[in-house]
């Protein structure tokens, strides 16, 4: 764990067009700017050829930075192999579903290729031996942004039929879980096991994708090892994990099981890449920072963000601030930005850094200078920020996996939306009312500490996970499922009882006809809804059982249908939302709900974004984000406390302005 | 033939999560399902290894059926193959213009692999031996939906020369009738003939696709003949021939020659899917009937068709019984869902049963004893109903296949229609309009017993056909050409001479211009045609040669051109629609021509059809189907008869009260 | 050179359903077609097996054309390979990007593969021969439409090693120049470049393209030198350049460097396929006319363009007619149809020539009549017109190939515009603005006879050409330059230092900044732009340093940025545009500008097009084209002539009425 805020950028001394090393540092440390990380693509140019290495370049950049105190994150340099070591082993570049690759990206290769693992093992060894004398080295990075890159070769295949032997000692027993008799698919023998790129099963292919993904936590794990060889005490290891992307960082990540994974870093570290100008919102540093604060339950740094970012997010004015700042607000202990300069070649030369391709001082640099100078100055204030958050939303790879095989279409036809819009949908309709929330993983048992529990699209969920749920919602809690909840379990097989399965007493409710909205909108008379909120894609026939309907369907054929219901349930309460429908649907439903859980609704909305949390003090700290053009003049929710930017005080009933993509930190007293 | 209606579903037993067989087989029986059709994806269930058979499911599920009164079709297991065998026989999967392809879905082997027949053989003659003692099976239905699944294997390839070779002796006889010269294609010894996957040449790679489709008709036959050393006089043999597929049962089948296919079964068989709830029109159920009844001029089977169907297609109270009589009205001697109960695993999970995963008794199985215990009641007067309709329509596997190459679009753009959305456009007008039709194939020659005869773009159309079409108009039949029809030979060669080849005088025009129609609308002074009606797609500037110009174009430059023309020949008439143009023209161009050529179009029209025939004991049998969620009040087209679901007597000029999506069947007196 | 306007058609004899020669040129000679060019789709034709030559077709054909007074251009027929050849060698076929080809369309072959040029040579020289005796024969088109078709072969790429290594001796330097640091993609040994396919590297991609082009060169070169061994000094040699095809000839030709090429040939020649109907408007007739004119800079042959063309292009009454004349009014020689009779087989038998399939004197093939002997009559006057153009437009392979890898999108969308939509915003502005324009390459390197000189998008600039630009200005020249331009080197490594690179004190302008444009317009006191000009797709924050501020960007955060800007530099001037906005916009910037440069803009516009130049007489020709289908009445802009059609005097002041899709043409005193 720093023991102060880290600004930081990543720096590639070897993609400079011409040495300005020195002069960069200065820009830096005149920017406020206190740590680079380095070294993650830098393969061939530390072992130019097999077994030749040459670390010139690592130690001038390390001495340099030392001199301008800078601290350093060493990036294990293995995400991109070199073209020799494709040369030596053509096996090595991944097979996928896809076919074999070919060498020029990077992550390209088979993960589970002992050659691989081999010259891996020894560059990082020779470069964790160069750095180990220097103090500016603060931690490490292993690897980026893993992923199994869908490795389907012959060598991962075999080790998944022994995955599978382990959880599944017969072919009968498989045969009889992954329903391989469709299709005449059943096996007598594990020998007869297919190349599962063929497959139509969506179990067998969906086991898959989860031994693709534990493949990368054994690999992160076995880097993590090596490191600790090494490392010193004091240094951390780190990892930037990313989300599921759509030209910027938009959901949870089916390629990586994280919370699996996180076990290999001491710190979670991320990479939030998102829309901006006219476009920023601020849910993705949002939901990015839930996801990776859960990952260990602490703070965590951002390890990679934009600066100009992608052509078309070039900040507004403001914007790189307010960003910066927001990534604090939900406990982010670090912001780094990717990356120093704009690359003056190869394929990403207008994902632009700090710094454009002229190397000059420009707007975006001026405003980095702000940022860090206030970072430092206000590090002991914001530095280890702790939230409790009281409202949990479930989150499963599994889950995910399964609207892949099954999305909201028809079969043959391309879905609207997918897993992921769906979280998105619950998480930003709560982002967008000031509810600040937790992401949890599918393993997590013990929901206790949240007085809201929510389970979007869950659509796999063992028989553990229901019993919790139930439990939970029996002890006092309370649960709001969206449809397609523990539909099926683990390996995707629907359960072949009533749904939703395990608990049906628990919401009260059941259904066994669902379909696709046309022309549907939802009625209530204890929601106020807005005027007109549409159904589309999925809508379940809901029948109560005892649940109270809180809304019905408006249609010719299927009109007055329960949409939505609510059950008594124990000590605590269980809604169930049949369908999707408008985002200020759901806002309004939460509105309702929520003060019923016990969770008060901010007054505050969006664009003014307000997140909460304690100091090292023990002080809680009041962010107050403008997520607007227009300046905002916003109540002071405190009996009063220090604005920080300013250092003024704020008194109880006193407003703020905030103005265009502004920000304001109250510390209370 | 079955000697009652036959209402059944397909079962799978091997599919099911737990045994509940009995409970199923109670729940048949009590909703009136008569039938149980088996087998067809199990051969890894009956021969799990190679040469090992295990047939303990199938007895089991033949001794419950029979306590349980159902009969039973078994289908032969051979349309998905066992992992073993394609362990065994790699190349036994089908290299197709794609590249080769792995194992795991249904209907991806060579049907001409030397190996895969064998195997084949060997599985079907183990079933049929089981299953020879059963009373209960009724009949059988050879593989499952049968296409060449575009073998192009160097085996299927040299057989392929072969059959070149008999139409055409020489390379030169060839290089001649394909236009082999151009691209400098042409070859000067068979051994040259390059793989067929690389031509640009639509003559030769049309040729191509009808040999596969050939190869459709050789493998059914051969199946048939296996079939026959085992079966019983009083058995059938069956398959259920499907249609171009556009998520639902749209179009006219491009890869099998089911006209010709058609030998192989004793009775025609039949899969429609269709949209359903607003979407539901029952056009793909008379369509799909036609050509279904034509295959064998007799009645038949839908052997498959949707309970709850696909996402999306969940029936709305009462389109689920309606279905049902439409297909009976079509002269389906049975109606067979796909399937029981909604799978729980792998890819057609979402393609939902009459029970849904809970296995509950669900609203749709409800409607289904309404339905089934209606046919049970109602079998004597329904089955076996003979149509006589008045209207042939012509299509065609080349023609179809001339789309493909040479489409309604510009070169290297994605045409908006393809041949079966006018081969649709053409059928649908008469459906809506109550003009009932027979789709008849490109072979018949003799349309003597029609009134009509429409050829909806028969591009390919050979001399003995242009001197039948001819030959009918002059003893007096009516026939209505659309553009496109009558362009090329049979090798898709287009005809060097005045278009529509060789029936200028029967139509009294010719063309030698066509483009895309911009902006153009339909005029006439003789058709009453809709305010405004779009012309679309193709046009062709028509030159009267002795016809009436029924309409015109409406366009800036084009203006005033003979569009749609009109033509004494002999003792009959011939019009030719030189453009596609909306349907509602069509139906208005309909209204005004039928009547001329003998034929009443009925008053009632979409959504309210009427279809008729005669039963077993003579009698004439209309069917009054309400398509629509409003009720309809419709009057009663006969002299007297009883209304056969209430048994009360109609007379004529009263009205029946339709409900929404209901259905009355009159039997005259 | 011929001595006459060459009016001609592609023949091919050898695709003909019968034999019909001589018909066919009976019906050339009535329509005033004077040449005919034939061969070049034959190899298989004239080898039908390896090493069996057979002549035949073509003695008979050279034979009839001399009878009928028609001149022939032989094309080498080597664009399409016989199938034996690919059977013999198969890896002939091309391996591209894309992977291995197969057999059957053209084009599909490795240029660089030694079996084929061996088999190239034998067959050109056994043609060469056969036609040394033949008179009619004007001269020889080499090849047809030749690129590199993509070759990736191990073969073409150890030739592109060598090619690195003869502008990168060492690796290093390689390295460094194209940025191979990136992603670890550096190499210590020239052995260890890795497959092109799979690089992410643009300079490294960017130049195998130039590399690809320069086959093509190669090629051609190598041809000529056959045909030169054979050819009399009357005969010329050409070669039929196209045009970067979007269903039309739309842009700058990608895969060739034509201007390199060029020297291959005696005259330039071209293939030039535009929209038709409603909508022609010439604009491609300019723009390749401008391309292929520049290429040797002298008149040229257009030896292919549409008859009916592709499907939709059926000429309107009188535009084949405007169509032919627009050609000779940019000093094409010869307008060559592709082709005399449609093809009944095959794959562009919907690519209609002259004559319909049924070949009836249609109406097409009667306005070729009128042509044709409009031309014969007119050819003294017409033939060889000088042009002499004021505008001079810059355009480059490599800033081409460098919007395919950077393109003006986000990374991972699909660009709206590419490279050729931004150069054909510029020249079509021009054009319709009757401002006649050459297209120079980005090697000419002498602007003096301009007084405007236009760089649109010139992305990748030496540093030879940009000391030329400045050059140029500094003497008098007027430039204006697009958003993109000068920014990168030849390698696509983009400079490092303030843009536009080298030109800041030219300019008076700088940037470091740009981004997509949302809801931004053009605002501008000086230039009368229309009401809303929008910005799309690209915008740079330009910082004057001098020069005027002409538009600014209209926008909530960019407002009143400077866009557009104007600088007066030694003894001329240069204009900077730093968005892309509505072609109205440009016009009216162009109408603010051009006079100030010393150039008159016209005040006839489209769809009225000027067209001028000076004819072997030394007279000035004034063509007047009216691409509309209405008719045009306008101003005579010269102090009197002789309008050439109708052969009547016409004086200053007078008025010409153009009919729609009309021409006429007169002849100054």
Known sequence: MPDHLLYGVAYYYEYLPYDRMEQDFQMMEKAGINTIRIAESTWSTWEPKDGVFDFTYLHRVLEAAARHHLSVIIGTPTYAIPSWLAKKCPDILVETHRGPSRYGARQIFDITHPGFLYHCERIIRRL??????YDCVIGFQIDNETKHYDTCSPRAQALFREWLKERFPTPQELNQEMGFAYWSNSIADYDDLPDVRGTINASFAGEYSAFQRHLVTEYLLWQRKLVDEYRRPDQFVTHNFDFEWRLYSFGFQPDVDQYEAAEAVTIAGCDIYHKSESHLTGAEIAFGGSITRNLKNDNYLVLETEAQGNFGWLPYPGQLRLQAFAHLASGADGVSYWHWHSIHNSAESYWK????????????YQEACVIGNEMKRLSPKLLHLKKENKVAILAGN????AFKWFPTSQM??????????YLRWVCDACYELNLEYDILNDTARDFGRYDVLILPVLYAADESLIQAIDSYVKKGGHVIATFRSCFADSYLKIYPDAQPHGLTACFGVTYDRFTKPENVSLASDTVALPEHTNVSQWMELLSPMGAETLCTYDHPEWGGIPAVTRNHYGEGEAVYLGCYFDKEGLKALFRTLFPDFGLTVPSLSFPVILRTGTNQEGHKIRYYLNFSGTE????????GGTELFSETPVAEGQTLTLPAWGVNIIEEQ
């Open 398 to 401: 599994r889950s995910q996996t």
């Open 128 to 133: 964790l031996e160069e750095v180990r004398d």
């Open 353 to 364: 850094g700090l710094l454009s391709h002229d190397f000059s001082e420009g707007a975006v």
């Open 632 to 639: 905002q003049t916003v109540p002071v929710e405190t009996s």
């Open 412 to 421: 043959g036809e391309r879905p609207e939306l997918d897993y992921s819009d």
